[in-house]
């Protein structure tokens, strides 16, 4: 909230599991910021996994911060 009150483009990266619990911060702030769902757990996977995991995510986590005219 702070980032985007301040007009910088911001948001964050959470995995599946977590999706009731944005929703639920979401309602309580009354804010819904940009976010990236990925796989989940995230937890005990190999650097090959993560990177696969962070490929997958890259173009909607560039999308976050980047302004397309």
Known sequence: MDLESRGIPGGYIL?????EADLAQAKALGFAAMKVFVQ???QD???EEMAAIADL????V???VVEVN
Do not use: G, L, V
């Not at 995510?57 to 909607?60: G, M, S, V």
């Open 15 to 19: 995995s599946e599991e977590f999706r």
């Open 40 to 42: 989940h757990p995230i």
């Open 45 to 47: 996977r190999t650097d």
């Open 57 to 60: 995510a890259f173009e909607q």
């Open 62 to 64: 560039m999308a976050m």
